[in-house]
């Protein structure tokens, strides 16, 4: 009866408050891994390629300890980016709402897993095998009672407790954080047409999903990080693999490289333009942020009325947004009158708008988009406004 009762509160392990909460770190460390290695990076992106050592390895502990689906996973993510914040995203909290994505993200994505439909469109390529058809997509949820007694078995009582942890690591972290605060708070490296946001420049938690929208402007990327502060350990540990000769890297995002400034925009430097386009509209709103603060320092300086320039203070985050009809109707309407009121500003949000229609001008020629590019860079010169005509000489460095 007591050996009984110490398997029930020491589990078979005996095992130290620390060891329980050391071993719930790593097991909690490696399903995140799994899903942003394996299902995201490598199944729903292709950005990377592993060796099936390494890819069964986390299927079985995806079975264990979320009982997700690949073919549902992939599905659902890749429908997210097609359909991004717009009607059918499945889970977007410009659709949904903050609150509902943040505490019922996981509940989203089991009810667009259902749909065949959506299985069926974006779930291709998955793996099929054997043990996929008659283990894992199966009995999908016996695996996650599986881990129950393992943990009961290993840690007593309190198995009960690294069990329920690890049930919610996911839902939380991925479902709730990720998918709800990553488009909602947080800062951008690239003006992506959506609203998505790196919640923190440093992705360890989440496996370096941390990095949301460097993922959205780069999708197929193995690597999230761009900027020399930030850190993904996802990639970090693709790294390793691949010089264990265990992973392929096929994509990364391009790097950003400056040349000496070209008299004129040739085609070289149009690739190397499209090629960051999001990197250069994030730039282009910090120009606008800048040259408003500059009229506000101005008028200011001038001992006007408060009443002048509180305007400016107000509509200067809503000029970031590249789609005028995305803001509310009240914003819209106090954004044109002060456009209406400063000429500069009036000229820079004119010019991005020239500048977002070549980019969506995907039957254009390269020839075309050239003439317009230099079109858009000499009047960017002639425009009297300092900032712009230090955006435009900028331009001219890209390189391929």
Known sequence: MDSFVNFLTDGLLDAAWWQIVAFTLVATHLTILAVTIFLHRTQAHRGVELHPVISHFYRFWLWLTTGMVTK?????HRKHHARCEREGDPHSPMVFGIRKVFFQGA????????????????G???????????VYTRFSMQGVALMLILDVAMFGVLGLTV????????????????NGIGHFW???????????????PWGIVVGGEELHNNHHAHASSARFSSKWYEFDIGWMHIRFYQMLGLAKVKKVAPKLRLDEAKPVIDLDTLQAVITHRYEIMARYADVLKHTCHDEISRLKNAKVSAADWQPLRRVRNWLTHADHDSLPAAHRAELDSVLA???SLATLVEMRRELNRMWERSS???EQLLKELQDWCARAQQSGIAR?????????????
């Open 186 to 200: 947080g800062y951008r490296n690239y003006a992506s047409p959506d609203t998505s946001r790196n919640v923190f």
């Open 388 to 400: 712009l005509e230090d955006f435009s000489a900028r331009l001219r460095t890209y390189a391929v």
């Open 107 to 122: 509940e989203l994505y089991r009810e667009e897993a259902k749909k065949d439909d959506t299985l069926n469109k974006f």
């Open 364 to 366: 254009a020629s390269s």
């Open 163 to 178: 069990w329920a942890v690890q049930m919610l690591w996911i839902p939380f972290w991925a479902a709730g954080v990720i």
């Open 124 to 134: 291709h390529g998955t793996p099929n095998d054997w043990m996929e058809r008659n």
């Open 72 to 76: 549902e996973w992939v599905a659902v």
């Open 341 to 343: 009121e400063h000429h």
